[in-house]
């Protein structure tokens, strides 16, 4: 019981000091089980949202835009490689995850449940989707969970590579053709809501805030990182000249912030509890991919043991 | 985090200097200030200019639209073989898969893209890496059947990997003496990337099989599959044997002992027996604009979005 005590201490003592937590250290339960849940909830996420990209790949409209599409699509891909590689020093495993995944029996963010209609999506996403995404991870580059802050250190420099290949997407098509600038204006009032619900429910009514902030697993409250998120992006929005689907969007001097009309809240719960445009699709490719590649995977560790039994034999 | 200022930030950089935040807090990049200096800015490709310093003149005696039609080969090789890596997106077996596959489409894009350029340089059109890949229909294209092939299983994508990389290797190889140092260049830099796809393949083509009951099965149907394919990468066309007599390109035909010699040696190790079939009659042509079904599909699937805004730029 003192033993315990201590060891509570120090990892107390150690979240205070803004020092990291290590695999091998001791931690509650309760912090293992939440810094699991967020880190396998963002490696799905890089996962599924593979896919609302991944899809314009073959058809992007330039040699170069599809390299760097390519390329982007597969850097997601290294994300969720990381990222399962740091839940897995808690104790979590991909296989068993990815199949809590496929399951519906974990997350992942609401915002790749919506359709990626036309290539102006594919700037968009870059813009804001992955613009809200950095806003999200650059404060978790600072997580006291060790492993999960060095992996969004190298995430969150690639992210930011991915916004700017967006938002400079959007600027060539706003200086070609009249049907550019529409495809361009239309994604961003397709995409504008959706991007504020990636900050999650109002701070009033997220349960996990409280205790994640007292642990330094999260840094800012969803309000707080949302704020931020439109301070940053009006601007951009107009340099680029298009307008943001908010009536009620406007500076407001005293706050030296932007006010932003209301989310619907609504459609947030719908989408994260499955009911979504695309939620059955997303899972539904996932777990093809999963199923197809069983075989493939049973191969590669039959192969393995083959190996490892002949060169026991051989020694 | 933000500004207490009376008025709004004139843009995220602005702001960002201003309140000078958390360090960590930085990798928040100003974008509506710098999108001009960065207009042809590629990341994540590896891809840099490998033609800088490199004399575009056509080599002495070469005729332009004979290099032209023979930088299409293999430029449109590259380009169709990396769009069937492309469908694997979100399809692969294992997240190390997504990231491989993606990679050795990327490399094929690159040389594609370079082969294409050339293309449109050498036969006096000017044509662009974009025109000739958006805008020419499927008798234009000068690919061996064996890339249009659609996607398939993941023993077939391994076993066509595997053969077109082979070969590939071998040629681009040879390659790297061409008389043009415009493809002298561009093979030397594919050389270094095939060699890793060949590589990634023959591993595969080891683990399948001498794998498990089905993996063998599977890979051995998939060899089968790809086989007939595989004489017409050793057919030399017309063009091909005139850019080689000249010193330029690389005849086919001579590639054929190194392929055998490799692809007998992965085999072996993989326990698979070598497929005997033969060439399946209507297989080949694709060199003359000849191709399948499944190409014309692929292009309408590739083009759709450039030819729907024609005079768009991306």
């Known amino acids: 019981m003192a033993e315990q005590n201590a060891l509570a201490e120090h990892f107390e003592r150690t979240i205070e000091r803004d020092q990291r937590i290590e695999p091998r250290d001791w931690m509650p339960d309760a912090y293992r089980k939440t810094v699991l849940r967020q880190v396998a909830q963002h490696a799905h996420s890089e996962i599924i949202g593979m896919q609302p990209e991944g899809a314009w790949i073959t058809r992007a409209p330039s040699l170069r835009r599809k390299a760097i599409l390519l390329a982007k699509v597969q850097d997601e891909a290294g994300h969720g490689l990381y990222l399962y590689a740091a839940a897995e020093t808690l104790g979590g495993d991909r296989m068993e995850l990815t199949e809590r995944l496929i399951a519906g029996a974990q997350k992942y963010s609401s915002i790749f449940n919506y359709p990626t209609l036309t290539f102006a999506d594919v700037g968009v996403i870059g813009w804001l989707v992955d613009g809200a995404a950095i806003c999200n991870q650059v404060p978790l580059c600072r997580s006291s969970y060790g492993p999960y802050a060095r992996a969004m250190i190298r995430i969150c420099k690639e992210e930011s590579f991915h916004q700017r290949q967006g938002y400079e997407l959007l600027m060539t098509m706003m200086r070609g053709t009249d049907a550019q600038r529409e495809m361009v204006q239309d994604a961003v009032n397709r995409w504008w809501w959706p991007s504020l619900m990636m900050f999650g429910p109002p701070d009033a009514e997220s349960t996990h805030t409280a205790q994640s902030m007292a642990w330094k697993i999260k840094r800012h409250t969803n309000d707080e990182l949302r704020q931020r998120f439109v301070d940053m992006t009006v601007p951009q929005a107009e340099a680029l000249g298009v307008t943001l689907p908010d009536p009620d969007l406007r500076w407001n001097p005293e706050r030296g912030h932007y006010d932003f009309g209301e989310v619907d809240w609504d459609e947030f719960r719908r989408v994260i509890s499955g009911d979504g445009p695309c939620n059955a699709e997303r899972i539904a490719v996932r777990r093809a991919a999963h199923e197809e590649g069983a075989w493939v995977r049973e191969a590669a560790a039959a192969h393995a043991a083959k190996r490892a039994r002949r060169a026991k034999e051989a020694a | ?314």
């Not at chain 2, 990049?29 to 042809?40: G, K, P, T, W």
């Not at chain 2, 090789?77 to 769009?83: G, K, R, T």
Request: charged residues 25%; negative net charge; contains cysteine.
């Open chain 2, 1 to 314: 985090m933000a500004p207490q200022n009376d008025t709004p930030p004139r843009s995220d950089m602005q702001s960002q200097t201003d309140t000078q935040p958390d360090a960590s807090d930085n990798a928040l990049v100003a974008l509506s200030e710098e999108h001009d200096e960065h207009v042809r800015w590629a990341f994540g490709t590896g891809f840099h200019d490998p033609m800088a310093g490199v004399d575009t003149a056509l080599p002495d005696g070469v005729d332009g639209n004979a290099l032209a039609a023979y930088c299409l080969m293999l430029g449109d090789d590259a380009l169709i073989m990396s769009h069937r890596l492309q469908e694997w997106c979100a399809h692969a077996p294992e997240l190390e898969e997504e990231v491989a596959l993606a990679n050795i489409a990327l490399d094929l894009l690159g040389q594609a893209r370079l082969f294409l350029t050339r293309a449109g340089q050498a036969d006096g059109t000017g044509r662009s890496e974009d025109d000739l890949a958006f805008f020419r229909d499927a008798g234009e294209f000068r690919n061996v059947r064996l890339v249009e092939a659609p996607r398939g299983d993941f023993a077939f994508a391994i076993a066509r990997l595997l053969v077109f990389s082979t070969w590939r290797l071998a040629l681009l190889d040879r390659l790297t003496a061409s008389r043009d140092p415009v493809l002298a260049a561009i093979a030397a830099k594919g050389v270094k990337e095939v060699a890793y796809h060949r590589d990634h393949a023959a591993l595969w083509t080891v683990r399948l099989g001498d794998g498990t009951d089905e993996s063998h099965r599977r890979m051995r149907r998939a060899l089968d599959d790809v086989w007939p394919y595989t004489e017409e990468l050793f057919t030399a066309h017309d063009i091909e044997r005139r850019m080689a007599e000249e010193g330029v390109g690389v005849d086919p035909s001579t590639l054929r002992a190194e392929f055998d010699a490799v692809i007998g040696e992965v085999l072996a190790e993989a326990t698979l027996p070598r497929p005997d079939a033969d060439a399946r009659p209507g297989v080949g042509g694709g060199r003359d604009g000849v191709h399948s079904e499944e190409l014309d599909a692929l292009l309408a699937e590739m083009q759709s979005v450039a030819r729907a805004h024609p005079g768009a730029t991306w």
